[in-house]
């Protein structure tokens, strides 16, 4: 199981399936190959979405930005 937490708060956004997360790390852009988190804004989660994002992991992420500008996300595995 792969958990995605809010940076910030390390609040938990919820859990993704490993397609999912091969989307995230293919997706956006790694500083280093241990890389586990991302900053998102509701244009990278709508470049996700048509570059065929599960409707879940989008609609997990859209909730989870809310309406901020941006959120920085992290995930781990448990």
């Not at 995605?4 to 280093?32: C, M, P, S, V, W």
Request: charged share 30%; no cysteine; aromatic share 6%.
């Amino acid at each position: 199981m792969i958990r995605l937490f809010n940076r910030e708060t390390k609040g938990l956004i919820g859990t993704i399936a490993e397609g999912d997360l091969k989307t995230l790390i293919d997706q956006l852009e790694e500083e280093h190959a241990q890389d586990a988190d991302y900053y998102l804004t509701a244009d990278t989660i709508e470049i996700l979405r048509t570059r065929g994002a599960s409707a879940e992991l989008v609609s997990m992420l859209r909730q989870a930005l809310g309406d901020a500008e941006g959120i920085e996300i992290g995930w781990e595995r448990s």
